[in-house]
């Protein structure tokens, strides 16, 4: 079952109304260091329907359509692409999904060469879309709560789960993965972004089989780089499957270490995170119900709850290329709260770092409301968390590291799995409480000075992603690189920003809608 990451949130109270409230906000402009901490609560500086106007159909596919910078100019030295992948397609026939995650998978691909930029976007043909669009109709149920039209009894006893390689993309070998973690991914031309079908990964996978879309790139910790990633089977015990493949050279896209563990209790398990030799996972504390899912009243995803007093665990697998390879699983109790997404893992003699952002609890998802009127102040924040595993005495030591709503952090990919010094995210405008993403935020992992790129006030930030410059040194030498949602002109911006203090280098204008979407990746041109 799929459980790509949230933080779109779901409450039946009324809709607050911000726009009164937005003429009093801080304004912090565009880029620059954040200003000392103000001493009057500041006000929202967003409009809501700004934010939920991102929720439409992507109606159009492009082909090469260059992109000109409305501001600043592409760096020369940016060449590759940046692929993203999300929801595309949300209503059809009248029927509008009941989450956004449980919308078609869509790709957009924007290839940087020569300080020029050119726009590819397609949906991934999969097996539900292709049916959907030639009946015009909603056929499946999604994970998330959308159902068929004709009410309970339409929808009962029907279990087949549609792939909608909604989640993530990467770049194996000579194919492009539109990634699902519930099933096996969809392998797409690079260039085209023609789908050339669900993919085994040259036999690796069974048919059907889990593969999560959240793998991790190894820069070379054992002399090679490889993309470490896992699938889980879950029940009463919960299966790993650890996998690493060769990600450079003649095999690349090659199966170089697979094992598997297995360990007592549900497991929820959406991210991961790597060390030299460690696989590092949270099964956070959540049961799993599944008969309203199968007597039609909720999707697959909507069964899930925090289990009351229940602990996470901390599951720390050997990796095979690693110091500890062939030896058992290490389990630790992990502190409270629910964690989608990690943000680096490091060792440190015999302790192993985490970072994570954290929720208080896990967001329940009612059958009965409508995502777009999530009133931000009901649901849990996520809160960058540092926890510190001591393998010998077996003790977890938790700090806070940052106050800021964030979500979709990263260090430079050359730190995976080592201490890194930066890390990039998106976070909310405001410095406390939960809001939408607006702005992009560079953290000083060591002396926690920010520095602060804002989209507010019409402004939505998604996942941004950190591109070392070719032959830097510093660790913050490169560029961010963002799709922001545009409330003001109804579509998406690509902007271009430095690094080291997230001024702004360029900003694109698509000439697309791209709903708020997961994540994504960079592939460099050799
Ligand atoms: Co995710």
């Given at each position: 079952m799929p459980f790509p990451a949230a933080r779109v949130c779901w409450s039946r109270r009324e809709p607050t109304d911000h726009r009164s409230r937005a003429s009093q906000s801080v304004t912090r402009g565009w880029g620059g260091i954040d200003r000392l901490p103000v001493t009057v609560a500041p006000a929202r500086p967003y409009n809501r329907s700004d934010w939920a106007s991102a929720f439409v159909n992507v109606e159009q596919e492009l082909t090469d359509v260059a992109l000109s910078p409305v501001r600043g100019a592409v760096p020369v030295e940016l060449r590759g692409t940046f692929y993203r992948n999300g929801p595309g397609r949300l209503e059809r026939d009248g029927h509008r999904v009941h989450h956004p995650f449980d919308g078609d998978g869509m790709i957009a691909a924007m290839r940087f060469d020569n300080g020029r930029v050119q726009l590819t976007n397609r949906f991934v043909r999969t097996e539900g879309w292709l049916a959907e669009e030639k009946a015009d109709k909603v056929l499946y149920r999604g994970v998330f709560g959308s159902q068929k039209p004709g009410g309970r009894l339409a929808n009962a006893f029907d279990l087949r789960l549609k792939n909608i390689a909604n989640t993530n993309v990467v770049r194996l070998g000579d194919q492009l993965l539109a990634l699902w973690e519930a099933a096996e991914?969809?392998?797409?031309?690079?260039?085209?972004?023609?789908?050339?079908?669900?993919?085994?990964?040259?036999?690796?996978?069974?048919?059907?089989?889990?593969?999560?879309?959240?793998?991790?790139?190894?820069?070379?910790?054992?002399?090679?780089?490889?993309?470490?990633?896992?699938?889980?089977?879950?029940?009463?015990?919960?299966?790993?499957?650890?996998?690493?493949?060769?990600?450079?050279?003649?095999?690349?896209?090659?199966?170089?270490?697979?094992?598997?563990?297995?360990?007592?209790?549900?497991?929820?398990?959406?991210?991961?995170?790597?060390?030299?030799?460690?696989?590092?996972?949270?099964?956070?504390?959540?049961?799993?119900n599944p008969l309203p899912f199968v007597t039609g009243e909720k999707g697959a995803a909507q069964c899930l709850q925090s289990k009351p007093g229940g602990k996470g665990r901390f599951w720390l697998i050997p990796r095979d290329s690693g110091r500890f390879a062939g030896q058992k699983p290490r389990i630790l109790e992990a502190p409270d709260g629910f964690v989608f997404h990690h943000l680096n893992a490091f060792e440190d003699g015999d302790h192993v770092v985490v970072e994570s952002i954290v929720y208080d609890d896990f967001p329940?998802?009612?059958?009965?409301?409508?995502?777009?009127?999530?009133?931000?102040?009901?649901?849990?924040?996520?809160?960058?968390?540092?926890?510190?595993?001591?393998?010998?005495?077996?003790?977890?030591?938790?700090?806070?590291?940052?106050?800021?709503?964030?979500?979709?952090?990263?260090?430079?990919?050359d730190r995976q799995g080592l201490s890194a010094q930066y890390a990039w995210m998106a976070v909310a405008e405001r410095e406390t409480g939960n809001d939408p993403l607006q702005a992009i935020q560079k953290l000083d992992l060591k002396s926690g000075t920010?520095?602060?790129?804002?989209?507010?006030?019409?402004?939505?930030?998604?996942?941004?992603?950190?591109?070392?410059?070719?032959?830097?040194?510093?660790?913050?030498?490169?560029?961010?690189?963002?799709?922001?949602?545009?409330?003001?002109?109804?579509?998406?911006?690509l902007v271009i920003l430095d690094a080291r203090d997230l001024s702004e280098v360029a900003l694109?204008?698509?000439?697309?809608?791209?709903p708020h979407g997961l994540h994504g990746s960079w592939a460099p041109t050799h």
């Open positions: 991914p969809h392998a797409l031309d690079p260039e085209s972004l023609e789908t050339r079908g669900l993919s085994r990964l040259d036999g690796v996978l069974k048919k059907g089989e889990a593969f999560s879309a959240h793998p991790r790139f190894d820069p070379g910790h054992h002399g090679r780089p490889c993309m470490v990633t896992f699938g889980v089977k879950t029940g009463p015990r919960s299966t790993i499957r650890l996998m690493e493949f060769a990600t450079e050279g003649l095999d690349a896209g090659a199966l170089l270490h697979d094992r598997s563990d297995s360990f007592p209790g549900f497991a929820f398990l959406h991210d991961f995170a790597i060390t030299a030799n460690w696989a590092v996972f949270l099964q956070n504390a959540i049961a799993f329940t998802i009612g059958p009965d409301e409508d995502f777009a009127e999530v009133d931000f102040d009901t649901v849990p924040e996520g809160i960058l968390h540092r926890c510190r595993l001591d393998l010998s005495r077996e003790t977890v030591k938790t700090e806070r590291i940052s106050e800021r709503t964030c979500e979709f952090a990263m260090v430079n990919p920010t520095h602060t790129w804002s989209a507010a006030p019409r402004g939505f930030v998604s996942e941004p992603l950190m591109v070392r410059r070719p032959g830097a040194e510093a660790e913050d030498d490169g560029w961010v690189l963002d799709l922001v949602w545009n409330g003001a002109r109804q579509a998406s911006d694109l204008e698509l000439p697309l809608p791209v």
